[in-house]
């Protein structure tokens, strides 16, 4: 069943968000990381493909919903609260004076890592009159080098933390920088480490909530990395992190890409198409024009070098992408206005999907995902 967003009308450009293959990737993690809880990440807006349909798709799922969702910035959090998800949410950035008001407002899980933000966090609480406790997350640096408190000083930081009982410890993490790399060896010395905190904290009796570090490409090959909690991304939208992963979990791409020729004209043998005359015609040629271009999220350096499905074969996009618009070399193919053009999905015996693209362009699915912008209207399958 196709689902529009609203009742305007839509584009000929459009994507179709396939719910039934999110669902199945995310049964099929949850195969995979068998016991341990899942922490769907859900942030810039899904990865593209919608954050609130895709919350409420998962969270129809009952008791075999995720256990948590997370998302990058307060904002997304707000969002979902708005539409009525109670599951908990981990705010995975860093927040701010500003914002923090919001921790407390909306019941969402903060990311903390130093006692700064402690303070704000208990200020604000304080100023709300809540006789709520706040429930964060602890991040861990184990080498990925960005943020958190380090792993060589983070037991004397979470027994800080321990002291203040306006805080419950609801979880620690950390995140791998190379867990989608074929050689595991940095991946495997930052999973020494963080099981290095966890044990120790074990051994003191420190009630540290969830563990949880395995993100997708974790999931998909360091087993020993599951821990209490998993944090599926990019897997649960059907693509694994990298091309040096395993195929461990079988997985469908979510979101399919389509437009429609709306017009189709001869260009003659040594004309040109397009800005920058980057193409020139070999011989008579039909060109069809398609209402979709890089204000819609398709880069630049694909021109002249991406295909489109059509009528179940292939055709190479002619000429400079411009901001509205591509072009598709049709040879001496004739197709009607209206006919439908696949730039993400496949046909009978023909398919594209994002890898296609990062191949290209040298780039990975998830900046193809969230690249396709807000004019491209998504419609739900499910």
């Known amino acids: 069943m196709l689902l529009k967003l609203n009742s305007i009308e839509m584009r000929n450009t459009f994507a179709v968000v396939d719910l039934t293959r999110l669902v199945k990737n995310y049964k099929n993690i949850r195969r995979k990381v068998k016991t341990s809880k899942v922490m769907a990440v859900i942030k810039a807006d899904a990865y593209g493909h919608g954050a609130v349909n895709v919350a409420k798709s998962l969270c129809a799922l009952g008791k075999a919903a995720p256990e948590y969702f997370a998302v990058a910035l307060t904002e997304e959090a707000i969002e979902l609260r708005k539409n009525k998800i109670t599951t908990p949410i981990l705010v995975l950035d860093p927040f701010s004076r500003s914002n923090a008001p919001d921790v407390i407002k909306y019941k969402l899980e903060a990311t903390v890592y130093n006692r700064e933000q402690l303070k704000i966090l208990d200020n604000e609480l304080r100023k709300s009159g809540s006789r709520s406790k706040i429930k964060i997350h602890i991040k861990i640096d184990t080498g990925m080098g960005r943020l958190g408190v380090s792993s060589d000083e983070a037991v004397d930081f979470i027994r800080y933390v321990k002291s203040n009982s306006q805080f419950v410890i609801a979880g620690i993490y950390t995140h791998f920088s190379t867990s989608d790399e074929y050689d595991k060896t940095y991946a495997n010395l930052q999973l020494a480490k963080f099981t290095s905190l966890v044990n120790c904290l074990r051994s003191e009796n420190i009630d540290y909530g969830l563990a949880h570090c395995a993100n997708s490409g974790a999931i998909l090959d360091m087993p ?12 649960l939208y059907g693509y694994h992190p990298s091309l040096e992963t395993s195929d461990s979990i079988n997985l469908s791409p979510v979101m399919d890409l389509f437009s429609c020729i709306s017009t189709v004209r001869l260009i003659r043998e040594n004309e040109y198409v397009s800005y920058g ?41 002619a000429g400079t992408v411009t901001m509205d618009r591509i072009m598709i070399n049709l040879n001496n193919d004739v197709y009607p206005v ?19 693209w990062c191949k290209i362009i040298n780039t990975i699915p998830y900046e193809i995902l969230c690249n396709l912008s807000k004019r491209v209207p998504r419609i739900y399958k499910s």
């Open 338 to 356: 209206s006919e439908k053009v696949i730039l993400l999905g496949h046909s009978k015996n023909c398919s594209i999907d994002a890898w296609d």
């Open 277 to 317: 005359r980057k193409f020139k015609a070999g011989s008579n040629v039909n060109i069809a024009s398609v209402p979709i271009g890089y204000a819609d999220g398709i880069n630049r350096h694909l021109t002249n070098k991406m295909k489109v499905i059509i009528a179940d074969k292939e055709y190479p996009q």
């Open 224 to 235: 020993d990395s599951y821990f209490d909690m998993v944090r599926p991304g990019i897997i």
